[in-house]
């Protein structure tokens, strides 16, 4: 449904957009660049947020999208009052239910009412080509290749278009990157440990989680309750099961070459022994281990020993996975035997915390001071160990699974992958029909919504990052 909705609203604010904007162009765009100099002093301004509050954090009482009464909020308080009273500004936050569409219809309208949304990347795709939002690589005061501060280019590339990065993520807050992630297996470790055998986590480690191995895991992992039902070895539906599957061996998804052509790691042959894998597994003797049920709710119910989720399940909210098992633990998909030892790939969706500046704030040079500003480490945090120990004092008994958590977003793991435009047809076609062939019946799609959705994103980060 969301993606229905997503697709009617760029139909008709494409359309809005064309026929306002050819209208009112001389309102609509506003002298971007005022002069700044020095210690910044800005005179009072009073910055206005524009955000949601989505899946990925708890309802409207938070304090810079932490929850409020809790550690992460207090010092988000404490940064603003402090950024508040070095720049002699103010800052209004209002919750909206789309920040997207409250930008367009701002700028549609030639009005002025935001000066930051923060929303999720799959509701900006859309409006992200319309040229609505100020292109960060102009500004002065903020650097949108420091990847330390504001999120790697793979988990930038939605809000990317033709050269311009509309968007960053604030990735020196703790937990402001991993969230946006897909392709986790999470591990009940307490029936691991009722079984008496090899945690994953010990494969993972020695280099062992391998197709075999999981193969292995999926045979063995047998369990019944005490009320006497079964405990599968493994929780998925089939189109998560699937795509985290597709390149674990090897391969990525998108490969953008020198001379502008591109690789689509879909029809590769190491992908193509990847699907045929999971086709196995699925339709094979291990498949009567597998429930087809999404992770979170079978391992929150005890259904299964492991379970897919996204990377929000494991620690986001009160519905995930760390407010229901006191002893849990996270890989990631195993890897097949044309990957490097130690090989995974995560894919990323849609970016939660995705902030832009739409072109109707009045001084986006002013807004990238303060954003810089308050997106600096928190006291106490400043370091990638300073979060993993916070992670494993807070969420996981074994620091191996904070470390895990915390690479997951790590560039060479994260891969962008479209939403849009039918593209998941494929997964389900896999559940019906051999890899091989439901490949070849969705070729066209697959290098059209490749054509359009990854190219301009591709040369963007070869353009801004590479050069």
């Known amino acids: 449904m969301r993606k229905i909705i997503a697709l009617f609203l760029c139909f008709v604010f494409s359309f809005l957009c064309v026929s306002c904007g050819s209208q009112k162009a001389e309102e609509i765009v506003p002298d971007y660049f005022s002069e700044i100099d020095g210690d910044i002093d800005l005179d009072g301004k009073n910055f206005v947020f524009a955000v949601v509050a989505d899946y990925f954090f708890e309802g409207e009482d938070n304090t810079l999208s932490y929850i409020n009464n809790t550690e992460f909020a207090d010092l988000a308080a404490e940064r603003l009052r402090d950024v508040s009273k070095k720049h002699n500004c103010t800052f209004e936050f209002k919750t909206?239910?789309?920040?997207?569409?409250?930008?367009?219809?701002?700028?549609?309208?030639?009005?002025?009412?935001?000066?930051?949304?923060q929303e999720e990347s799959y509701w900006l795709v859309s409006?992200?080509?319309?040229?609505?939002?100020?292109?960060?690589?102009?500004?002065?005061?903020?650097?949108?290749?420091?990847?330390?501060?504001?999120?790697?280019?793979?988990?930038?590339?939605?809000?990317?278009?033709?050269?311009?990065?509309?968007?960053?993520?604030?990735?020196?807050?703790?937990?402001?990157?991993?969230?946006?992630?897909?392709?986790?297996?999470?591990?009940?470790?307490?029936?691991?440990?009722?079984?008496?055998?090899?945690?994953?986590?010990?494969?993972?480690?020695?280099?062992?989680?391998?197709?075999?191995?999981?193969?292995?895991?999926?045979?063995?992992?047998?369990?019944?309750?005490?009320?006497?039902?079964?405990?599968?070895?493994?929780?998925?539906?089939?189109?998560?099961?699937?795509?985290?599957?597709?390149?674990?061996?090897?391969?990525?998804?998108?490969?953008?070459?020198?001379?502008?052509?591109?690789?689509?790691?879909?029809?590769?042959?190491?992908?193509?022994?990847?699907?045929n894998q999971f086709y196995d597994w699925l339709n094979g003797p291990t498949s009567e281990n597998i429930l087809i049920m999404e992770g979170l709710p079978a391992l929150v119910d005890g259904l299964a020993v492991l379970g897919n989720v996204e990377a929000f399940e494991v620690l986001a909210n009160t519905d995930s996975i760390a407010y229901?098992?006191?002893?849990?633990?996270?890989?990631?998909?195993?890897?097949?035997?044309?990957?490097?030892?130690?090989?995974?790939?995560?894919?990323?969706?849609?970016?939660?915390?995705?902030?832009?500046?739409?072109?109707?704030?009045?001084?986006?040079?002013?807004?990238?001071?303060?954003?810089?500003?308050?997106?600096?480490?928190?006291?106490?945090?400043?370091?990638?160990?300073?979060?993993?120990?916070?992670?494993?004092?807070?969420?996981?008994?074994?620091?191996?699974?904070?470390?895990?958590?915390?690479?997951?977003?790590?560039?060479?793991?994260?891969?962008?992958?479209?939403?849009?435009?039918?593209?998941?047809?494929?997964?389900?076609?896999f559940l019906v029909s051999k890899p091989s062939e439901a490949l070849e019946k969705e070729e066209n799609i697959q290098y059209t919504v490749a054509e359009k959705q990854l190219v301009s994103r591709a040369k963007t980060i070869a353009d801004v990052y590479l050069d």
């Open 96 to 117: 909206v239910n789309r920040a997207g569409e409250a930008a367009y219809l701002d700028v549609a309208s030639g009005t002025y009412s935001i000066d930051i949304i």
């Open 127 to 275: 409006y992200i080509p319309m040229g609505i939002f100020v292109d960060l690589t102009t500004l002065d005061n903020m650097d949108v290749t420091n990847e330390a501060k504001w999120g790697n280019r793979n988990l930038l590339a939605s809000t990317m278009w033709n050269g311009a990065v509309y968007g960053v993520v604030p990735a020196q807050h703790p937990l402001r990157t991993q969230n946006s992630v897909s392709g986790v297996i999470a591990i009940n470790e307490d029936y691991v440990n009722m079984l008496n055998t090899t945690d994953p986590r010990d494969y993972f480690e020695n280099g062992e989680w391998t197709w075999d191995t999981f193969t292995k895991v999926l045979t063995e992992y047998e369990l019944t309750s005490l009320g006497g039902e079964k405990i599968y070895a493994f929780a998925s539906d089939e189109s998560r099961f699937a795509r985290s599957v597709a390149f674990s061996n090897g391969d990525r998804y998108f490969t953008y070459n020198d001379d502008g052509t591109f690789n689509l790691g879909l029809y590769s042959p190491t992908t193509l022994d990847a699907l």
């Open 324 to 429: 229901h098992l006191n002893n849990f633990g996270v890989i990631p998909y195993p890897s097949g035997p044309d990957a490097d030892p130690g090989w995974y790939q995560n894919y990323c969706e849609s970016t939660d915390f995705t902030i832009c500046i739409p072109i109707t704030a009045p001084d986006p040079e002013a807004t990238a001071v303060v954003l810089d500003a308050i997106y600096e480490p928190f006291e106490g945090y400043e370091t990638s160990e300073d979060i993993i120990d916070y992670l494993h004092s807070n969420y996981f008994l074994d620091r191996r699974d904070a470390e895990f958590f915390h690479s997951l977003s790590d560039a060479d793991h994260t891969y962008f992958f479209p939403t849009m435009d039918g593209i998941f047809g494929i997964w389900n076609s």
